[in-house]
């Protein structure tokens, strides 16, 4: 026996708590249930003991509903009782969790939010899950919401979005900035969707919970912030009408793709495969030609861009039929014709509409006047910024005193504080004016923090999880306000096409320079949860005493939707990409890569149709077409277009001493180490030149377009190539930095992540929940029903790719068993043998050129 009496309130509490630990452990959960009560009971505010409480409750639950799957069918009432149980544990440990949340200041703690979110799926009918949710949220700061917002606003279609819906709107009231675009793109979406089931659903009545959910929110914003969400509208619709892709750039865009498409499976194909391969070519080509030059009412050309339309069709709709046979003025239909262009000549002609229309876009300026683009943007203009400081508009801590106009004097009639009766009136006035100021200033921001992010526009992108590294209450006052944006636009090229680039001057004196980019919601659904996950690793590895030491931290590139398929993606000045490199490489050396490039698909065409495949079977031929690749592909590097030290030489040309270009080595290899495993772990494909993003200054690398790999039944496919580390990259590191940098890096975090599964667990299944819908609903929008049954059906498919991540990240481990084994083993054998794999030219010769 211990007595008590020797120790405090929380002394006592931890005592009981590590006696429900005990109890837990050795499986009486019932005794370990009460001893966690007593401890609550005895101090409310030790947030262990409701965290493991929590804990306690979310295994009961889950064996509970193990239980319930093994019942039989026949046993209904039995399985719905049981299921019931499931349910009031688990709201008992969403409950503790909140709780824990509420009186624990520290980060680590609202890492629970993911477990609380992912057991709101397994909600029944009643909606016990989703009440206590909502009524233990409401209680929590609306700030710690801020990092799952994209979870949030995903679980508007389904059942417990009435509950989510409150939740944000204590975000929206408090901090308006955060939750506007994210919100705003995401009701256009939902309500594109609506619209296209058609009439007959979009009824008075009819309206999917989503949408609604959406525009009230929504009217509240309009509401409580009439006036920034009056600016907020004026300043996207100008981004959205005055500054999409002409004409000519979008037909170009178009024009590439086909080209890529068709090269990259023209490499391979078999000459029985080449008159389908010209069919489905001509047929897309009719299509773009119905879609590009198909003639048009000229009435309708009214505004500037629909004249420029039309003269685009004059100019080019009769070259285009007749390079191409296709008729513009009708659909393409299912039968061919007799006459089709061959593959070759379909290839040819495509490269030259590429050549000419790229050559009439690029002699173009690279800039425009921003008041010829759009006069509303220009002319915008904050005068007089304010001069705030941490909590300076927060009612809570400052609230605004009202001005107490001076005392007159009852004799004389004047202020006390001058003799002139006019001085004394203009203060009166000036008081009166300062009132009426403060009170539309409180009725502006709706009891939240006014003045700060509720009456002047932020620069975007400084909330949590994209613009703040530390889980944090934000002071919207020191954010970066909008002072005007810059003069002029730029026009750059981004991976064969031509995106503005604006500028925006914040009241820190920096400028913030943002792309415009066109592209899929899909895309920008999964930057937001790369931005998440990113968020949560970063944690991790300052967590973690090696990872500290060694300074390591990963960061995403902010994305700020601004409509269903345009969105702003922060740039700065110093943003560079491989591509960008080796682009700039060339204008220097001369050499194309582009002639590489063609080079190596026209050999490997001619090697292939050497051979006869008709009676060859798919596996001969996958090898013969691989062997030929390799021999090619090291033909290729052995020319001086191909050296592996072009990017090291590029990169010396702007730092100009050895211990810059060494600093840059460090910093580069730890990054892309992070970088690469992380490739590995979630299975990114698509890992091009102009994907790697750095910071010239620094080295930093930011992951941009990172996108699961999944297969038809939605599991995550394993890559050839673990990750990229070809020999550019692997010469501009170095071996000492490869071997004493790059791998321990991976090692290190590796491990900061495996030691951290418990926490990880829930939070991959909530963002790969997301990512997995948003791939199965990428090409077509589902209605909030639709997505609901798929949300059921997946559930094995994400706990299978929870499980491969964390098997990836425990693989890549220091394993000490294997030194205990075999002295000269290495700890680090299996991320040794992922950078061979990521080397490995039979591999690399492999990816799409």
Known sequence: TTNLSFFDQSQRSELFRLKAKFLGSLGNRSKANQAFCHSVQICPSHSRAWVDWGDLCAVLGSVAEQQAEKMSSSAQRDKAATYKKVAQYLAQAIGCYLEAIRIDSHEWARLHIAKCLWMLSKDGSPGVLSSTFESRGMLLPSWVWLPWLPQLLSGLYRPEGSGLKQLLSMVARVYPQSIYYPLRAFYLERRDVERARGPAHTGSNQHMPSVLHAEEMLSLLRRSHASLCSQLETILEELIVKFRPSTEEDFLATIIALLERVEGQNAGLRKSEEESMSQSCWKTLGRIAVKYFRQSDSATRRDARSRQSADFKDRYRKAFEEDFLVVSNEQISDQIPSKIPSLSHILTKIREWRDKIQKEILSGPSSLRLIDVSRSLAVYGMADPPDLWPGACDPRYTPPRTLIEPEFNAESGAAQTTTSSSAAAARKAATNAANAATVAAKREGFGGDFGGSSTIIEIPGNYMPNGSWTDTRPSPELHPKLIRFDPSVDIIRRKENLVRRIGMLGDDGKHHRFVLQCALSYWTRTDERTAQTYFVMDKMLRKGTKT?????????????????????????????????????????????????????????????????????DDLERSRDEKE??????????????????????????????????????????????????????????????????????SGAVISCDARVLYNAQGYMEKANLPFRFTRNLSTLIGFPLVDGHFLRTMSLISEVVHSEKAFLGPILQLLLRDDLIAFYTKSMAKSDNTTQDMDKQLQERIAKNTAEVQTRFASCSPDTSRKEAAPDAMIDQHVRDLLSAAQNEDEICMMPS
Not at 579 to 591: H, I, K, M, P, Y
Not at 666 to 692: G, H, K, M, W
Request: with cysteine.
């Open 628 to 697: 030929s690749r390799s021999k090619i592909f090291r033909s290729i590097c052995e020319e001086p277009e191909a050296s592996p030290v072009i990017l090291s030489d590029q990169i010396m040309t702007f730092l100009h001493s050895t211990e810059l270009f060494y600093k840059f080595k460090r910093t580069f290899a730890q990054q892309l180490a992070a970088d690469c495993l992380f490739q590995y772990a979630f299975s990114i494909a698509e890992r091009n030149p102009d994907n790697v993003v750095f910071l010239r200054d």
């Open 548 to 616: 500290a030491r060694a300074h390591l931290s990963v960061k995403p590139q902010p994305v700020v939707p601004v409509a269903q398929r345009l969105r702003l993606v922060l740039e700065p000045d110093n943003w560079s990409s491989l591509e960008n490199e080796f682009e700039l490489a060339s204008v220097r050396s001369g050499a194309s890569r582009e002639a590489l490039i063609t080079k190596f698909n026209d050999e490997l065409r001619q090697a292939l149709s050497l051979k006869s495949y008709d009676k060859i």
